[in-house]
């Protein structure tokens, strides 16, 4: 940097070839980027899951067997989901992209002497950056010169106000972490929302304090999927019990009935019957038309793992400021000085309270970047017909007293049209106010005690007051006027109005919500209370930096809200949750909550005002920033288990027929049932029943008034596997007790074929309404509206139909000419079945709750 007595290094900066040299050597001024996911990167991601190399490992099986239309179907249905999931992701991604787009941030330095604009990657250290009201600031920095600054770090630190900064001539160059007021230092991401200033960058890129929270994010790894693990052992399972009975079935037909070829094309055929392909297609279509479901509710899922989280969440941990609340100040309360006072934001019709607001706006800047001062202005403006207003329309600035240590107020001094004396507005801090009113002593004891009670309720507190000026000049100093006190205003980040009735569905789902912010105790307590938080104990960051692991877990597990938090304690408090068996949903948008983010089970970022970083730490975004969309994707998460659970078990129930309807000949000695083009038909039912019927189901009627269910609960535990194996005997038990009566009393074997193919068609229906629902009724699981369940039964129906009527297919089935009574019959089993089932369904409802 060039120094010299005549020019101070400040005016002019580095020199080009110095900037260009330090840019080589210590790189951009901006953090990693991530890699991007392009559509063949996520293609090859999917195909890397064990659940498509098992479908196209299935294909392969059948197509080295000589079936090639089955290879074909089962290798589509595996395209079919890769592209719906591929279409949903890179989707993401694209919204992700365009949300990095937005803005990109420049800086104003000077160089060479030189004022100019350049790229905020292009800032290094030692330049000097100008700060100016309603700027991003480019980069880590020492203040040299400040103005009235005041910055906005809310990204960094959680706080809903900006922060006061000062200049410390003796500060050292070593940065210390955001928070506070009258700190030398400005941060990278901040925003300035008052005044102005000079600066020296004194850090960039990875070396500033955003930079190190993205640091901490790399050495974070992500939680394993569960469900895709449980899949995986549950096809090792099924695919052993399938080779099994493709052996027995192998082994007893060359018994007895000697032909071992035949027994190899039985035993394969039934071998293909048993392939275990609907669980990773069930899996995989219901998690990315889950992802589509989400998305609807304008709620981006970026992992697909993250859906499966959602219904065993059991605490949400959210951030304070954007998330909770709207992230903008408005005015909450207002008081005289005559003691009256009017909460909301609206302005009685009294003229006390009207000067309060027109001379707060008169004390603040033409042009507002802070948020109170926009408040405060938002507020004059919905106001009509005011004779202050009046008074002042027309007026000049004449002159601003800015914010200054000693005297922690503005004052602006306005010249209106005409003679009029000059009217001169005050506001800032209560006690900086009252000492240019020159309050007495008991005056300054009510403006005290009237500003903690407000301060009590979490609100940020200003005093406004007024005087005139007449005569020539001005003063060189606001504390030679005699101002006479207005009033004051209390500040809030109102809390978002569906927040309420959301942490109350949380908590009746027995989902604990516990606040994580970077703000102040009293105002953690006020938007707990108003969120209807439990705020039995707040707990501070200096409480948790002096506990170790244990303590900090006893500590999350009994409290709610937790206020002045960095984001290493943050990371600490949701770590603290998960050792102690919780699963973890965190929300948050900025910088500090990225971390944590990545920490939790379900990282929750916001799209619309949220950082780059926080929003490549989640597997969740949320489009409308809005916190009433985690309930609703938490409900939808839950939704997609329930039906997923409902598709196994029917899985489960749809095999014990087929089956046992396999080995019954053999054991019998009685004509085989099943050939491969019988399967295949079978097929077509069961695997767009439990993909598509199953996954459009509406959620059960108190599916948000359960608790979480356990992570380590298997996705398909003991009594779900019993209930569906009681189905599927049931079913057996019909369609095998048809077909040995049918026999027994000399009908054809081609009629017998029929007669009990369809008897097994018709009870799969009758399962297909029975796991519809674990609670409801009958009468409700029939007449509730699914599309996708009403084209199939149509579409198999006709199909069916096809087969028993048309001579030319139904000679292809090998099947006999059935009679109006042999459907009456087969009408009367299925029929049976259902009542059966529904009889016994109450029993083990509350087994398959549990």
Not at 54 to 77: C, N, Q, S, T, W
Not at 394 to 420: H, I, N
Request: aromatic letters at 4%; one cysteine or more.
């Amino acid at each position: 940097m060039k120094t010299d007595d005549s020019t101070p290094a400040r005016l002019t900066g580095l020199d080009e070839s110095e900037s260009r040299a330090r840019l080589a050597a210590e790189g951009p001024n901006e953090l990693p980027q991530p890699d991007r996911r392009t559509p063949l990167r996520i293609v090859l991601e999917v195909l890397r899951e064990p659940m498509f190399a098992l479908l196209i490992g299935g294909g392969a099986i059948y197509l080295l067997l000589g079936d090639i239309k089955e290879a074909l179907i089962l290798v589509a249905f595996a395209l079919m989901s890769i592209a719906i999931t591929v279409v949903q992701e890179t989707r993401t991604e694209r919204v992700l992209e365009a949300l990095r787009n937005l803005a990109s941030p420049r800086a104003l330095v000077i160089r060479d002497g030189v004022r100019k604009r350049i790229s905020g990657r292009e800032v290094v250290r030692g330049d000097v950056i100008l700060l100016v009201e309603g700027d991003r600031v480019p980069a880590d920095a020492l203040l040299l010169e400040a103005h009235d600054l005041q910055t906005d770090e809310s990204l960094l630190t959680g706080e809903s106000v900006p922060v006061r900064k000062l200049v410390t001539p003796d500060a050292v160059r070593a940065m210390v972490a955001p928070g506070g007021e009258d700190l030398p230092y400005v941060y990278s991401g901040s925003l300035v929302v008052r005044g102005g200033g000079i600066a020296e960058v004194v850090a960039t890129g990875t070396n500033s304090q955003m930079g190190k929270i993205g640091q901490l994010l790399h050495r974070l790894e992500p939680e394993p999927p569960r469900l895709q693990t449980q899949t995986r052992r549950l096809v090792r399972v099924a695919a052993m019990g399938g080779g099994a009975v493709s052996v027995i079935v192998m082994v007893l037909y060359g018994l007895f009935r000697g032909g071992w070829l035949e027994a190899l094309l039985a035993g394969i055929t039934i071998g293909m019957s048993m392939l275990p392909e609907e669980f990773p297609v069930v899996l995989t279509v219901f998690m990315a038309m889950g992802a589509w479901r989400i998305s609807r509710a304008r709620v981006l899922t970026r992992r697909s793992t993250a859906i499966e989280a959602l219904g065993s969440a059991t605490v949400l941990c959210t951030d304070k400021t954007g998330t909770l609340t709207e992230n903008r100040m408005s005015v909450a309360e207002l008081r005289t000085a005559e003691g009256e006072w009017h909460r909301g934001d609206t302005v009685p019709a009294v003229q006390s309270f009207r000067d309060v607001v027109t001379f707060g706006v008169l004390a603040s800047a033409p042009e507002a970047f802070d948020p109170m001062e926009r408040a405060l202005r938002d507020l004059a403006n919905s106001l009509s017909g005011q004779e202050s207003h009046s008074r002042v329309s027309g007026a000049k600035l004449v002159r601003t007293y800015g914010l200054r240590p000693e005297l922690l107020a503005v004052t602006q001094v306005w010249a209106p049209e005409g003679s009029e004396p000059l009217i001169v507005a005050a506001k800032g801090a209560p006690e900086a106010i009252g000492r240019l009113c020159r309050l007495s002593k008991s005056e300054s004891t009510d403006l005290e005690a009237s500003v903690d009670a407000m301060a009590a309720e979490g609100l940020r507190v200003l005093a406004v007051a007024r005087t005139q000026s007449v005569g020539p000049g001005l003063p060189d100093a606001p504390t030679e006027f005699a101002f006479t006190l207005l009033g004051l205003v209390g500040f809030a980040d109102p809390l978002r109005a569906s927040v309420p009735a959301a942490v109350r569905q949380c908590q009746s789902a027995g989902i604990r919500v516990v606040m994580i912010t970077g703000d102040y105790p009293a105002t953690a307590i006020a938007i707990a209370h108003q969120a209807s938080l439990s705020t039995n104990e707040v707990v501070t960051g200096d409480t948790i930096g002096k506990q170790d692991s244990a303590a900090l877990i006893s500590c999350a597990r009994r409290s709610s809200v937790f206020a002045r938090i960095v984001p290493e304690q943050k990371l600490r408090i949701v770590e603290a949750l998960k050792a102690d068996g919780q699963i973890v949903a965190m929300t948050g948008d900025g910088v500090n909550d990225a971390p944590s983010l990545k920490a939790a089970h379900i990282g929750i970022a916001m799209g619309g005002r949220g950082t780059d970083v926080a929003r490549e730490a989640s597997s969740i975004v949320l489009l409308d920033d809005d916190f009433g969309s985690i309930v609703t994707a938490i409900r939808l998460g839950r939704r997609i288990y329930d039906n997923l659970r409902k598709a196994m078990g029917f899985i489960v129930a749809v095999h014990v027929p087929i089956a046992g309807l396999a080995l019954l000949p053999l054991l019998l000695g009685l004509p085989i049932i099943f050939s491969p083009i019988h399967i295949a038909f079978l097929e077509l039912v069961i695997d767009p029943v439990c993909s598509l019927v199953f996954e459009a189901e509406k959620e059960e009627e108190d599916i948000m008034r359960r608790p979480p269910r356990s992570p380590a609960e298997p996705l398909l535990p003991l009594p779900l596997i019993g209930w569906g194996a009681l189905q599927g005997a049931l079913a057996f038990a019909m369609a095998g007790a048809m077909f040995v009566f049918a026999l027994g009393n000399g009908m054809p074997a081609d009629e017998v074929r029929a007669l009990t193919f369809v008897a097994l068609i018709l009870g799969i229906f009758s399962l297909i309404l029975v796991n519809r629902s674990f609670s409801s009724s009958l009468k409700l699981a029939v007449l509730r509206p699914n599309l996708a369940l009403l084209s199939i039964l149509l579409a198999v129906c006709t199909v069916l139909g096809l087969c028993l009527w048309v001579p030319a297919v139904r000679e292809l089935f090998r099947f006999g000419e059935l009679h109006l009574d042999d459907l009456a019959i087969t009408i009367g089993s299925a029929l049976l079945i259902l009542v059966a089932l529904e009889l016994l369904k109450p029993l083990w409802r509350e087994r398959l709750r549990a």
